[in-house]
């Protein structure tokens, strides 16, 4: 048995803002058409009934009674958007409320599901590193133990993006400010990855100042910059270079980390930092990218008041440039 349809809370909130649209557009023209008629009447009544007030000519009746039928109107028509306004700002909230349940559900859904998968990832990669150390495994045995570590590794990976998303959103996710070098960090970093760019055939040259002074929560300075460095080494064509520099100027430490890789277009640049966008979903899937890591980097460089820019020119490769702030004193 297929399961009933979700009812459609989108196409019910469409139809309940067209309706509150057209609501308000109603009563504002016809309060107003009311007003104008009422204040018209009065007055063409009182011209008919020549009763004009005490020595005034008619013209000097007309004047008057046009300088008060402005006022009024004025003054009932501010009152009228104004009473609009509040009741549209009540129905909008209560229409998008289903939405927003909705919304928070979902994410709920993500943060208990990533926090329940953490202990099973966690358990299996306990029992495949230690059969790995049984000798009694043949080698063909010990090669697919070594293929679950590593989709168990990047599982992980996910999952704990999933989770960082997740108290980002729940205003959570702590971030602390500690001085730290960032230069060593992008050395370090670059030493980390080694395995993956000799894997890639890729050279990496890191250059620029030796000390990099800032100020920062150094572990999410390291995801950001493992991230983006494993995204120049994924991007980057066999036998190419990656070039990671290291520049402090003007209150401001940075790391930049150039490929030759195939680019990205204009479009395609302005979402990259978009949560769960990939330029290439089959490519991006096929290494194991969730398309997180540049979203939540950048969210924690910007916190720390610092940022994360890119540059990109088809056929010619990519720029990251990683700025954080140097300490003051
Ligand atoms: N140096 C680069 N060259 C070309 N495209 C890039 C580069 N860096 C990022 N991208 C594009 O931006 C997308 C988003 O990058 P991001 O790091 O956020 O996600 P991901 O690498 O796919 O997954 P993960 O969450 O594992 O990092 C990538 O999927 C890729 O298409
Ligand atoms: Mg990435």
Redesign the pocket.
Known sequence: MTEPAAPDVFARARFRLALLFAGIVVILVVASSVITYLNVRSDLQTAARGAFGSGETEQEFVTRSLGAFRWRLLFVDGAVILAVGIGGLLFARSTLRPIRDNVAAQKRFVADASHELRTPLAIMKTDFQVALRDPRFAEEARLVLLSGLEEVDRMT??VE?LLTLSRIDAHQEPLVAERFDLAALARQTTQKLAGLAAARDVRVQAGGADLAPAVGDERHTQRALA?VL???L??SPPGGTVEVESVVAGGVSSVTVK?H????TPGELEH?FDRF????PAR?QER????????IARWALRRMGGDLVAE?TVGSG?R?TLTLPTPRS
Do not use: P, W
Request: charged content about 25%; aromatic content about 4%.
């Open positions: 990976g996910m993006d991230n494993k995204n120049a994924e991007h490929d890789g195939e680019g990205i990259i966008y990939r330029v290439d991006s194991g990218g969730s398309g997180l890591g540049l979203a990109s990519t990251m």
